[in-house]
């Protein structure tokens, strides 16, 4: 019996901290702990490029948000310039009417409204409906807290200053909730467009 | 007498180690991977083992509980192999501090369990070690996605790459373990 016991309990605890066996990193457990989809998107203001003050909510539309920060050595661009192809897979019947692409940069020391404009521009001067945007009067803390609500993680490693961070794209509807989350480094943009095509039709 | 000053002498030396491993270097072995996962680690796992070596050698434990503390001993592995957990003790002080604890435990329990434990339990257990070890190897050399976000994908290669060597040796050890325990139970024959 006690074997048994010992294997119950270790089973347990384990079973208990991988979200049933379904979380074994700190990314996908950020993102299970904020709960299951459909779920509100946290609150939260942001500043546009082009110095517009938004909340998501006013934007009754979807919208397909992502997150970044500028001084990136190497995941963020790639997982940009998917969402560059993703974009331009869609057309203007869709985009941007229903559909807003959004692009958050959390590295509130180092971005500002000058770096993200100049990005932007790396992507085109045609992309209405795309934005690059920045919280809004936003302490790191409080944007910390927003980040785990939304099931994003992100940490700075002190010694080279490099932000590891979730790449997950968070489909929001017009009712400001989370619907769908896509993992690009393992969906491609194709897949990608077509369930938010399905997602935007129904 | 002498004995006394041994056991003195010898618990300074694993306090005084322990003191270097958790506390004074602790942010050297947290600065990569290969440092917290392939040294830090297993110095407290063999700390653990070499206190047991030293003071635990007469303990007698019935089968049931040595299994029990295997399966413990096992578990303590698996969880602090977890790339969430490896972040949560890079992250935070306290819960590295847990991991070390749990590693010195689990190390000074499978010396007397080891010692006692039937020898088909004790292959078992070693095989089980060697093939996590290797398993855990190519899971972090296979995947090209990041998978701790204190750490870097080269030094998640780098892991991955000395844990399977450190897997196939681990491997060979119980290789002889086995033939040496056929050995003796034939000469019993």
């Known amino acids: 019996m006690i074997p048994i016991f010992s294997l119950l309990i270790c089973t347990s605890v384990i079973w208990k901290w991988t979200y049933g066996f379904s979380a074994f990193t ?78 958050i940069s959390f590295d509130l020391k180092n971005d500002d409204l000058v770096k993200i404009k100049r990005y932007r521009e790396r992507f085109g001067t045609d992309i209405n409906g795309w934005s690059f945007a920045l919280p809004y009067q936003s302490d790191q803390k409080t944007f910390n807290r927003f980040l785990i609500q939304a099931g994003i993680w992100k940490y700075q490693i002190p010694a080279n200053g490099v932000i590891n961070h979730s790449v997950y794209l968070l489909l929001i509807n017009p009712k400001n909730k989370i619907v769908k989350i896509f993992d690009p480094a393992r969906e491609n943009s194709q897949a990608i467009t077509s369930q938010i095509k399905s997602c935007v039709k129904n | 007498m002498r004995q006394k000053l041994t056991n003195t002498i010898f618990i300074l030396i694993i306090v005084v180690l322990c003191w270097l491993i958790s506390f004074a270097f602790n942010d050297w072995f947290c600065a990569t991977m290969p440092r917290h996962q392939l040294l830090q680690l297993p110095a407290m796992l063999i700390l653990g083992f070499f206190t047991g070596w030293q003071f635990l050698k007469k303990l007698k434990l019935e089968m049931h509980w040595g299994i029990s503390l295997l399966i413990f001993v096992m578990a303590s592995l698996i969880f602090w192999m977890l790339p969430h957990s490896i972040d949560a003790a890079v992250i935070d002080n306290r819960f590295n501090l847990l991991m070390l604890i749990n590693m010195f435990v689990a190390g000074l329990l499978t010396f007397p369990v080891l010692r006692n434990i039937i020898f088909e339990i004790r292959i078992l257990f070693l095989g089980m070690v060697a093939v996590m070890s290797i398993a855990t190897g190519i899971a972090l050399i296979s995947f090209n996605l990041l998978l701790c976000s204190a750490f870097n994908i080269e030094q998640q290669k780098e892991t991955g790459a000395v844990l399977i060597k450190a897997g196939i040796a681990f491997f060979f050890f119980t290789l002889y373990v086995f033939f040496r325990g056929i050995g003796k139970h034939r000469s019993y024959e």
């Open chain 1, 26 to 103: 700190i990314f996908s457990y950020t993102l299970k702990s904020a709960g299951s989809t459909p779920r509100d998107f946290p609150e939260m203001k942001f500043i546009s490029q082009d110095e517009k003050i938004f909340e998501l909510k006013e934007k009754k539309k979807y919208v397909l948000v992502n997150f970044v920060y500028l001084n990136c050595p190497y995941v963020c661009h790639k997982v940009n310039n998917q969402i560059e192809e993703i974009y331009h897979l869609f057309d203007s019947t869709m985009v941007p009417s229903q559909l807003e692409f959004l692009t």
